[in-house]
């Protein structure tokens, strides 16, 4: 096992040498006022049997988890995800999606069905995950050049990760290891979680996001190298610096690998990323006008610095998107956001929609749709003059409700994550991005840009005293008829069957009507004109 914790102070933060001490096998941290990442990378042998005999059916397995509540996401870990569980899973070539591998492993469930067993036994019972083909959905895949793009997608909006954290203890920590079991619950404090597993690595890596201390105090934590462990475990303690290159960011501190190194080493380094914040003051909130009824229209308010560009030079390219992750109650007309109408478009201050994955039937009810939801990817308008104006501007996305399940009080709630907005753009020619010891892919929709596209993240900004960036929409739905146990919906079936039935045999006492009166009139004619001749 391989440990890294790296702090990341901001340049205002104070710091004394005596907040961290090194000795021949710990280094302890006090009251230091930091954001914290921690990552730790497993090999096959160090994982449960349950886990690598579903592993080694995957490809590549990539989980991301991010808590309802706003945080602050400093550099080099700016990079987000709507809140919520995202799963991103391809299977290795030649798994059968019946149960059974196309080697001839008879009997053997296949990583279709493996994989949300396994979810729901890591995270949650109650997730709504039956097997790949039903539950996941197929991301966009807009060129060939984006091979590592995932090929199925997996969204629920979980909000605590206690059953993460038990899992852990129970697979991974021996009963007596109370630092173990302390580690592990810790992460129901985090702000963000990650895994990842891939074929060629045959490694899986955990890594943990933490903006702020659990405690006012800040961190106060001693990290040891046990006794006959053969795995690293560095430290580092470094703040951002100014860097000598737009698509550059530099960082600078102390670095130690304990059990090995007798005192902190300073150390200066930069690198190539593909994420970046901007200012504080680019911030972003979202809401939705009442009444939201069947048609909601959510509302993307963006403070003026948000709409600057990014630096850059002369070739770079940038454009603003939103990247918006719908539960399955919740979708948009794709027909309606792909117009070229500009009068449309301008209306919402929209420029394109860029991408679209999942579930978009515009007629079926929520009940019927048996995978998660869909994702959208949106090019965004931005105003001439950015520096005009010191109101917000609004980018406005016209959304749709499916028919919800009735209920006694005639309203169902329904939970919206927030969007990611970011601006995408191009970088120099010859940057390798794969040089970031801090890189963070597989996100969902970084893989929708090329593999040199720089994104610069806006601040989500809640509204809501509560900090939460989850919109809760009361929408109406069919009302329980109360004390009869009957539902109403049974009344209006059975009123809608009466008058399609009554329809029908006044359409066709119409057309009898029609029949029998065409059939007349032209005898009569011809008799007539009989007549008329002998005449």
Not at 405 to 420: C, D, K, L
Not at 519 to 534: L, S, V
Request: aromatic share 8%; net charge negative.
């Amino acid at each position: 096992m391989r440990t890294r914790i790296t702090y990341i102070q901001k340049p205002q933060a104070p710091f004394d040498p005596s907040q961290a001490t090194l000795t021949p096998s710990a280094l302890a941290i006090h009251n230091l006022d930091a954001a914290r990442e921690e990552r730790v990378t497993l090999g096959f042998d160090e994982l449960p049997g349950e886990l690598w005999q579903v592993l080694k059916q995957c490809h590549q397995i990539h989980v991301r988890w991010a808590r309802r509540e706003g945080y602050e996401a400093v550099s080099p870990f700016s990079s987000r995800v709507s809140p919520g569980l995202h799963v991103f899973f391809s299977p290795v070539a030649g798994v059968a999606s019946g149960g059974a591998t196309d080697g001839g492993a008879g009997g053997r469930v296949s990583s279709m069905e493996s994989v949300c067993t396994l979810l729901k036994k890591v995270f949650d019972s109650r997730l709504g995950c039956e097997n790949v083909e039903k539950s996941f959905i197929t991301p966009p895949i807009l060129s060939t050049r984006f091979a590592s793009t995932a090929a199925y997608q997996f969204y629920e909006l979980l909000p605590s990760l206690e059953n993460l954290v038990t899992y852990l203890q129970q697979k991974h920590c021996e009963r007596d290891n109370e630092e173990c079991h302390r580690r592990a619950e810790l992460i129901l404090s985090a702000d963000s979680i990650d895994i990842n597993y891939d074929s060629v690595s045959h490694a899986l890596t955990m890594s943990g996001y933490w903006s702020k201390s659990p405690t006012p105090e800040g961190w106060t934590e001693t990290i040891q190298k046990y006794e006959g462990a053969t795995g690293k475990v560095e430290v580092g303690l470094l703040g951002a610096e100014a860097a000598n290159e737009p698509e550059e960011i530099k960082m600078g501190g102390l670095l130690a690998d304990v059990g090995s190194d007798t005192e902190l080493k300073p150390t200066l380094f930069s690198f190539p990323s593909r994420h970046h914040p901007l200012l504080d003051e680019a911030e972003y909130s979202v809401s939705f006008s009442p009444p939201t009824g069947l048609h909601p229209t959510m509302t993307i308010s963006m403070a003026r610095e948000a709409l600057k560009e990014p630096p850059g030079g002369p070739e770079v390219a940038c454009a603003l998107h939103a990247y918006l992750t719908l539960p399955s109650s919740l979708f948009g007309d794709k027909y309606q956001l792909s117009t070229t109408d500009d009068l449309f478009l301008k209306s919402h201050n929209l420029v394109a929609l860029r991408a679209v994955a999942g579930e978009t039937d515009l007629e079926a009810p929520d009940w019927f749709v048996s995978r998660w939801g869909s994702s959208w990817l949106l090019e965004l308008d931005t105003p001439l003059d950015s520096d005009q104006g010191s109101e917000d501007w609004n980018v406005t996305i016209p959304l749709h409700l499916r028919y919800l399940h009735p209920s006694a009080s005639g309203y169902r709630s329904v939970s919206i994550p927030w969007p990611v907005v970011f601006w995408a753009c191009t970088a120099e020619d010859g940057t390798k991005m794969g040089m970031n010891p801090f890189d963070r892919v597989n996100l969902g929709w970084e893989g929708l840009f090329g593999p040199r596209t720089m994104f610069y993240q806006l601040h989500p900004s809640p509204l809501n005293e509560n900090n939460v960036l989850v919109e809760e929409l009361k929408v109406p739905v069919l009302t329980v008829k109360e004390n009869s146990g009957i539902f109403q919906s049974k009344v209006i079936e059975l009123g809608t069957v009466a008058v399609i039935v009554l329809g029908f045999l006044w359409v066709l006492w119409k057309l009898a009507l029609v029949v029998r009166s065409s059939g007349i009139r032209p005898q009569e004619r011809q008799g007539t004109g009989k007549r008329d001749k002998a005449e």
